[in-house]
């Protein structure tokens, strides 16, 4: 009922629920977004580990307001985490009041950066080509 209150019934004019995106196609629609709301179950021990839009977001500099991801508490300083609804929904409304600190967008690019094809390669190949 609330994710029809929020993207389905029109209510809100600049909120949007699209249904599946091809792949190809992703990249326009998280350019236009201002944020990424990633809003998954972490009772589900695989929703608990990582979102593989988050990465698309970072690309982009964009905040991502999300649980808590294991694979990205090396990064969470980027993100805004939390299990709290509550607490998560605060953050929201501090960052639609305020905005954020300007560096966290360089931030978030340099990292997506560090995760490129080429970079994670180049890891496998540094790793399978050291001595033992």
């Known amino acids: 009922p609330e994710a029809d209150l ?3 019934s029109g209510t809100f004019r600049n909120i949007y629920h ?3 995106v091809p792949f190809k196609e992703l ?3 998280i350019a236009d977004a201002r944020f990424c709301l990633a809003p998954l179950n972490v009772q589900d021990p695989r929703n608990a580990i990582s979102h593989h839009k988050i990465f ?4 982009l500099g964009k905040p991502v307001f999300s649980p808590v991801f294991s694979a990205y508490l090396p990064i969470a ?3 805004y985490m939390n299990n709290d609804a509550d607490a998560l929904l605060a953050q929201l409304a501090e960052f639609l009041r305020q ?6 967008t360089a931030k978030r690019i340099s990292f997506a ?3 490129t094809y080429d970079h994670n390669l180049a890891a496998i190949a ?5 001595p033992k």
């Open 18 to 20: 699209h249904e599946p």
């Open 77 to 79: 300083d980027l993100l």
């Open 113 to 115: 950066r560090t995760r």
């Open 56 to 59: 698309h977001y970072l690309a």
């Open 27 to 29: 990249g326009g629609y």
């Open 99 to 104: 905005g954020e600190a300007p560096e966290l």
């Open 126 to 130: 540094n790793f399978l080509l050291a």
């Open 6 to 8: 929020l993207f389905r």
